[in-house]
T-cell receptor, first 116, second 113 residues
Framework: DTGVSQDPRHKITKRGQNVTFRCDPI?????LYWYRQTLGQGPEFLTY????????KSRLLSDRFSAERPKGSFSTLEIQRTEQGDSAMYLC??????????????FGPGTRLTVL | SQKIEQNSEALNIQEGKTATLTCNYT??????LQWYRQDPGRGPVFLLL?????KEKRKERLKVTFDTTLKQSLFHITASQPADSATYLC????????????FGTGTRLLVSP
């Protein structure tokens, strides 16, 4: 499968614990995005990378959130001291910088986080 | 701030009819709009893109229009099928081009046999 993959698919944690999610983009894609989606809402942008550089972070991304893409390939999103409000689906997407006529983003299946 | 609005109420139609979904944007002029399909528990899947200088774009049974005067895009599925039942998301990159996407809330479409 050459699509975007995310791991784990589901994560249940207790409030106050740290969690880390991984995203493996499509191999030739140099842009990688993280979004968060809650029930009944569309995805909300969190941050994106071009290669290993983090180019933009949303104000939604509090100090408890950190994302990395150390070698310009896979990325990790860490949430420290989780809160119940962090419960959501975390989506990763990838694209090329100049990706043809549509420049669409390819999404992974998401990681569903439940904070108890 | 940039805002995309979609009808949050579900749209119920009968098989064979045309489904029409609406996307309105405010406070900016997007360079393009994209439409995605999302099934429960899955990530969105790209369907169509339309640029601000295009009035209409078609792909098989799908048609998208872009009216910059009304600040609106319409998404049509002709000859709808039960397999078309899903949530459809409208998204925009803002006015600067291909970067982060701003999504609407999505409209759930239910096609009955």
């Amino acid at each position: 499968d050459t699509g975007v993959s995310q791991d784990p698919r589901h994560k249940i944690t207790k409030r106050g614990q740290n969690v880390t999610f991984r995203c493996d983009p499509i191999s030739e894609h140099n842009r990688l995005y993280w979004y968060r989606q809650t029930l009944g809402q569309g995805p909300e942008f969190l941050t994106y990378f071009q290669n290993e550089a983090q180019l933009e972070k949303s104000r939604l991304l509090s100090d408890r959130f950190s994302a990395e893409r150390p070698k310009g390939s896979f990325s990790t999103l860490e949430i420290q001291r989780t809160e119940q409000g962090d419960s959501a689906m975390y989506l990763c997407a990838s694209s090329l910088v100049a990706g043809g006529p549509n420049n669409e983003q390819f999404f992974g299946p998401g990681t569903r986080l439940t904070v108890l | 701030s940039q805002k995309i609005e979609q009808n949050s109420e579900a749209l119920n139609i009968q098989e064979g009819k045309t489904a029409t979904l609406t996307c309105n944007y405010t406070n900016y002029s997007p360079a393009y709009l994209q439409w995605y399909r999302q099934d429960p528990g899955r990530g969105p899947v790209f369907l169509l893109l339309i640029r601000e200088n295009e009035k209409e774009k078609r792909k098989e049974r799908l048609k998208v229009t872009f009216d910059t005067t009304l600040k609106q895009s319409l998404f049509h599925i002709t000859a709808s099928q039960p397999a078309d039942s899903a949530t459809y998301l409208c998204a925009s990159s803002g006015s600067t081009g291909f970067q982060k996407l701003v999504f609407g809330t999505g409209t759930r479409l239910l096609v009955s046999p």
